[in-house]
């Protein structure tokens, strides 16, 4: 029995470790495929075309927007960020689970295009542990340091519009909950439908 592929969509303010989760899920579970973005900013050292972004020039990305090939995009510092939707909806299709890792506002645009899919916000227990986990980095300014808590504030306003709400203390813990979430959501019962009955012998449901 096929079981169709899930999207799942991870977000979270920066320094909530969702990235760590993510790592840690594919680890666990190599069969799940990582969306790759598209970008038009030139790779950096060691950055491989198709692995870590799909690099293309300003007009390719354009044209890909004006054809509507993206399951959201952003514009930023001059630069387009976006998620192809090509690649993601033909791994679903083959039965395939897809994650993607990207910020709220991103999330939403793709929730708006795939409603079906399972939207996870990750949160930190509390905001001084934000803080402490953000300055921790030593790579910001006390200044950059108020900004990025400011824009956690924000974005945490946006967690009910998320399917699920993992917080992440312990990083085991947040894992586990995030495998339980996608096993759960496989046996939601609308996912499936009931098969022919004149066969004793068969299964009694399919994927739809």
């Known amino acids: 029995m096929s079981v169709p592929g899930l999207l799942i969509v991870i977000s979270g303010p920066s320094g909530t470790g969702k990235g ?3 790592k840690s899920l594919f680890q666990r579970r190599p069969d799940i495929f990582f969306s790759v973005s598209a970008t038009t900013r030139p790779p950096r050292s060691g950055e491989v075309d198709g692995v870590h972004y799909y690099f293309m020039d300003k007009t390719a990305f354009e044209a890909r927007l004006a054809r509507d090939e993206f399951l959201e995009w952003a514009l930023v510092y001059g630069n387009y960020y976006g998620t192809p939707r090509g690649p993601v909806m033909d791994t679903l299709a083959a039965g395939k689970d897809v ?3 990207i ?5 939403l645009k793709v929730k708006e295009k795939a409603p079906e899919g399972v939207y996870i916000f990750i949160v930190p227990p509390s905001l001084n542990v934000l803080r402490k986990r953000i300055t921790g980095r030593g790579t910001d300014t006390a200044e950059v340091i108020e900004k990025r808590m400011g824009e956690a504030v ?3 306003a946006h967690m009910n519009e998320y399917d699920y ?3 992440n203390g312990v990083l085991e813990e947040a894992v586990h909950k995030v495998e ?4 759960a959501e496989k046996c939601r019962s609308h996912r499936y439908r009931l098969t022919d009955l004149s066969s004793s012998d068969g299964p009694l449901v399919e994927a739809k």
């Open 165 to 167: 709400i993992v917080m």
């Open 99 to 101: 994650l993607l890792e």
């Open 180 to 183: 339980s979430i996608i096993t």
């Open 103 to 107: 910020d709220v506002q991103g999330a």
């Open 154 to 156: 924000s974005e945490m």
């Open 20 to 22: 760590t989760i993510c």
